[in-house]
């Protein structure tokens, strides 16, 4: 788990979200959820979601996200929104815009776009 300032403690162990989407499974649509969610596998299409997104280590996103808070330790290639937090550890790699209140990029990630901060605002 991790804290940020002004920021709840982001869960990051699997028994504590609702919905995993197990790391052998390739979903292309749209997913929309608002309890936590977790992603091991692959996914194309977009993601629509009012509470935290897990990407885990090895997992592959292609889609553009919309979610409260998104924690990305594996790939994503598409537009990320988020009301309070993009946090990005040293595995993960985001390709495309960032739009959120705070960011945070730990050493060793990558990420390939724009980033707007704007805090107290929701986009």
Same mark, same amino acid.
């Given at each position: 788990?991790?804290?940020?300032?002004?920021?709840?403690?982001?869960?990051?162990?699997?028994?504590?979200?609702?919905?995993?989407?197990?790391?052998?499974?390739?979903?292309?649509?749209?997913?929309?959820?608002?309890?936590?969610?977790?992603?091991?596998?692959?996914?194309?299409?977009?993601?629509?979601?009012?509470?935290?997104?897990?990407?885990?280590?090895?997992?592959? =996103?292609?889609? &553009? %996200? #919309?979610?409260?808070? +998104?924690?990305?330790?594996?790939?994503?290639?598409?537009?990320?929104? @988020?009301?309070?937090?993009?946090?990005?550890?040293?595995?993960?790699? =985001?390709?495309? &815009? %960032? #739009?959120?209140?705070? +960011?945070?990029?730990?050493?060793?990630?990558?990420?390939?776009?724009? @980033?707007?901060?704007?805090?107290?605002?929701?986009?």
């Amino acid at each position: 788990m991790f804290d940020l300032k002004d920021t709840a403690p982001f869960e990051t162990e699997e028994e504590e979200f609702d919905t995993v989407m197990a790391s052998d499974i390739t979903f292309t649509g749209t997913i929309s959820f608002k309890k936590p969610f977790m992603i091991k596998g692959r996914m194309s299409g977009s993601i629509e979601a009012s509470s935290d997104l897990l990407i885990d280590t090895n997992a592959e =996103v292609n889609a &553009d %996200i #919309v979610a409260d808070r +998104v924690l990305v330790r594996g790939k994503v290639k598409g537009d990320v929104i @988020c009301k309070r937090l993009v946090y990005v550890t040293s595995t993960g790699s =985001v390709t495309g &815009d %960032i #739009v959120s209140s705070q +960011v945070v990029l730990e050493p060793g990630s990558v990420f390939s776009g724009k @980033c707007s901060m704007s805090p107290g605002e929701e986009k």
